[in-house]
């Protein structure tokens, strides 16, 4: 499948260019602790949408 299909899809070389970017603005010691700091944001939004439909199971469960 190609990344072409859609518009304004992003092609090899344009993540190539991001990366670059990325790497030129951060610097290559920052970008392993913006990683963790994304990874547990994530972490966190995915434990909180768990909690959040455990509880409306458990309330359609009383009703």
């Known amino acids: 499948m190609s990344l072409y299909i859609l518009p304004l899809a992003i092609g090899p070389w344009q993540i190539a260019l991001i990366v670059v970017i990325v790497l030129l603005l951060f610097g290559?010691?920052?970008?392993?602790?913006?990683?963790?700091?994304?990874?547990?944001?994530?972490?966190?939004?995915?434990?909180?949408?768990?909690?959040?439909?455990?509880?409306?199971?458990?309330?359609?469960?009383?009703?």
């Open 28 to 63: 290559g010691k920052k970008i392993p602790e913006l990683m963790r700091g994304l990874g547990s944001g994530i972490k966190e939004f995915k434990d909180a949408s768990k909690e959040e439909e455990q509880e409306g199971k458990t309330k359609e469960s009383k009703e």
